[in-house]
T-cell receptor, first 119, second 115 residues
């Protein structure tokens, strides 16, 4: 069965510090997707990134970067020079491929990491 | 760009009442999903539809039902509401074609409070 673990329940840092959010996943599939979503205090879920299981290339988008390592089943997320607006709950999620099901597969979320950036 | 639309945004019901939540997916998206997020919890998958047919089912109570209509909008019907049904209900949609294949984009959610 698939499982996502975000061991860090809460993180609090001072503005401009770098912060890394950890995500470890379990799956028996060889083909799967990994995602990060941001949930600000307003409550919506904002898509940040998707990674295919066959693409281990790390990605950088502005102050955000992601490190995907299949060898350790991890997909970590780093925010560089954090800002107060980065304060939110961040969810890591996994979806497997299932040829028996039409369309994309359900997301299995981790428990979320509440990130607080203090001014 | 158009996003997923959910209505209503807030809903207050009494125990044992019925509620209907609506979702309008992003145009040309072929799959719709429903998730339930309790306070302080991660979102839990309820049910999904691909091209108007139910494609997968999660931990959705028998009191809940959902469908997708010919215009691709979806409705989640909840009957005999219980206090424990109070949660944020998300709808998401995705497409099976293009560069963002299978990425789920979420609506703003409907916050249901059962009194």
């Amino acid at each position: 069965a698939q499982k996502v673990t975000q061991a860090q329940t809460e993180i609090s840092v001072v503005e401009k510090e770098d912060v890394t959010l950890d995500c470890v996943y379990e799956t028996r599939d060889t083909t799967y997707y990994l995602f990060w979503y941001k949930q600000p205090p307003s409550g919506e879920l904002v898509f940040l990134i998707r990674r295919n299981s066959f693409d281990e290339q790390n990605e950088i988008s502005g102050r955000y970067s992601w490190n995907f390592q299949k060898s350790t089943s991890s997909f970590n997320f780093t925010i560089t020079a954090s800002q107060v607006v980065d304060s939110a709950v961040y969810f890591c999620a996994l979806s497997e491929s299932n040829l028996k099901i039409q369309g994309a597969q359900k997301l299995v979320f981790g428990q979320g990491t509440r990130l607080t950036i203090n001014p | 760009a158009a996003g997923v639309i959910q209505s209503p945004r807030h809903l207050i019901k009494e125990k044992r009442e019925t509620a209907t939540l609506k979702c309008y997916p992003i145009p040309r998206h072929d799959t719709v999903y429903w998730y339930q997020q309790g306070p302080g919890q991660d979102p839990q998958f309820l049910i999904s539809f691909y091209e108007k047919m139910q494609s997968d089912k999660g931990s959705i109570p028998d009191r809940f039902s959902a469908q997708q209509f010919s215009d691709y909008h979806s409705e989640l019907n909840m009957s005999s509401l219980e206090l424990g049904d109070s949660a944020l209900y998300f709808c998401a949609s995705s497409t099976s074609g293009g560069p963002n294949t299978d990425t789920q984009y979420f609506g703003p959610g409907t916050r249901l409070t059962v009194l």
